[in-house]
């Protein structure tokens, strides 16, 4: 059965960085895009980055774009992201995400009206003190 695996978060400064991991089985994994979500507190879940299957396309929120870069290898079944200059209202359990859709493009995570149609991960925490 697929199973999503998310590490790498962790308590950091403001203007610091961490880097998220995700490792994907159970899935032809090039042929699906994948994702990081997040969902703090009192706050609908955000899909915060996406990428298609390939890897050719990509989305970022408004909110971490120019500080957030995602990647996949699917050599490895991995997707990474990498976060830097970090807020604090980047504060978040950040969850690894697999569309269950296949080929879509990578903005498929941009609308996660009700419920998503996607594979969870378990989440891992992110805090971001100032």
């Known amino acids: 059965q697929v199973q999503v695996v998310e590490s790498g978060g962790g308590l950091v400064q403001a203007g610091g960085s961490l880097r998220l991991s995700c490792t994907v089985s159970?899935?032809?994994?090039?042929?699906?895009?994948m994702g990081w979500i997040r969902q703090a507190p009192g706050k609908e879940r955000e899909g915060v980055s996406c990428?298609?299957?390939?890897?050719?396309?990509?989305y970022y929120a408004a909110s971490v774009k120019g500080r957030f870069t995602i990647s996949r290898d699917n050599a490895k079944n991995t997707v990474s992201l990498q976060m830097n200059s970090l807020k604090a209202e980047d504060t978040a359990m950040y969850y690894c995400?697999?569309?269950?859709?296949?080929?879509?493009?990578?903005?498929?995570?941009?609308?996660?009206?009700?419920?998503?149609?996607?594979?969870w991960g378990q989440g891992t925490q992110v805090t971001v003190s100032s």
């Open positions: 159970g899935l032809s994994f090039d042929n699906h895009g």
């Open positions: 990428i298609s299957g390939g890897g050719d396309s990509t």
């Open positions: 995400a697999a569309d269950r859709v296949l080929f879509r493009s990578g903005s498929w995570c941009s609308d996660l009206s009700g419920v998503p149609a996607i594979y």
